[in-house]
């Protein structure tokens, strides 16, 4: 009960000071902070995929880039469509991928999963990358709309940032929901033994596609709005070095807990903004930080504190 009202108090505090934040903090911290809430939805579907059901993807960035891909090129080229139409284009052109990608990777775990999503990884970033006339290549997409949203302008950086939090809260707290549902119980005892699960009636595979769809949905909508907050998009947003971002930013705070990618995702992205400004070598430096932090603390940095209790 102890622990119980101490978290509560901490995720009153947090909420408090993110409703505040634009108001207290300099402009260029806020567009840190926005940043780190939008890959932090990125960093949740990645770590729901790993401890819900016991799949590791090195190809993640797949439904990321494609839904920031879909949502830009529905701003360009869909007459008058509003922004959270484009938001959610990005969602549902991700969350198809993803089911389309999920009917072959759902025979598949273990290594052979793993490998799997690193291959389409690399065949989604090689067309993406080769379509130029669609995609704009290594150039990139740019200039494109900023809709307004009832008449709030969304290229004021306070507005941005409040319509994100608020969308990737409501994203979370489907996340958390998931996992107390039926079928999300079904995806755990799949982590725990798949034979079992098979043998008591569920249908294993259409489980497993159906959280990946979701999930893909969810990366996709945190791609569109990583878009927007850019203004820009390219192959970048695609490629293994997202992917492994993501990787990072879920084992720096802790798979094993809900608000693990959320702390990951803030630390990830405050050290390589800061990094970045005295050394062009940050990531070597980045690097040997997330190799002692593995070494001292594997299960994250939440893992700690879970042992010390």
Same mark, same amino acid.
């Not at 709005?225 to 203004?231: G, H, I, K, M």
């Not at 002692?292 to 209790?309: E, F, H, N, S, W």
């Given at each position: 009960m102890r622990n119980r009202n101490l978290y509560l108090w901490a995720g009153i505090a947090v909420v408090v000071l993110a409703i505040l934040f634009p108001h207290i903090s300099p402009r260029f911290q806020l567009r840190m902070v926005t940043e780190i809430v939008i890959v932090a939805l990125l960093a949740m579907t990645w770590k729901m995929m790993l401890n819900e059901a016991g799949l590791f993807s090195f190809g993640h960035a797949v439904y990321f880039g494609l839904g920031a891909y879909g949502s830009v090129l529905g701003w360009l080229h869909i007459k008058d469509l509003s922004f959270m139409s484009g938001i959610l284009v990005g969602g549902v052109v991700a969350g198809l991928i993803s089911f389309f990608l999920g009917a072959f990777l759902v025979r598949m775990s273990g290594t052979y999963y793993a490998l799997?999503? @690193?291959?389409f990884n690399q @065949?989604?970033?090689a067309i993406v990358w080769k379509w130029r006339d669609v995609t704009g290549g290594d150039d990139g997409l740019g200039k494109f709309p900023k809709p307004d949203l009832l008449g709030i302008s969304m290229r004021d950086p306070v507005n941005f940032y409040y319509l994100s939090l608020a969308i990737v809260a409501v994203c979370l707290f489907i996340c958390w929901y998931f996992s107390k549902t039926p079928l999300g119980n079904v995806v755990k005892s799949i982590k725990s033994n798949e034979e079992r699960t098979k043998f008591i009636g569920f249908n294993v595979n259409a489980s497993k596609l159906v959280f990946l769809t979701i999930l893909g949905f969810f990366a996709g909508i945190s791609?569109?709005?990583?878009?927007?907050?850019?203004?820009?998009?390219?192959?970048s947003s695609?490629?293994?070095?997202?992917?492994t971002h993501v990787i990072f930013m879920a084992f720096i705070g802790g798979v094993?807990?809900?608000w693990g990618p959320l702390l990951g995702s803030g630390i990830y992205v405050y050290l390589s903004e800061y990094l970045s400004h005295y050394t062009d070598r940050w990531e070597l430096i980045f690097g040997i930080v997330v190799v002692?932090?593995?070494?001292?603390?594997?299960?994250?940095? @939440?893992?700690?504190?879970?042992?010390?209790?």
């Open positions: 799997l999503t @690193l291959a @065949l989604i970033w791609g569109a709005l990583y878009a927007q907050f850019q203004e820009f998009i390219g192959t695609i490629d293994l070095v997202m992917s094993g807990h809900f002692i932090l593995v070494l001292l603390a594997p299960q994250g940095i @939440l893992g700690i504190t879970k042992k010390r209790k």
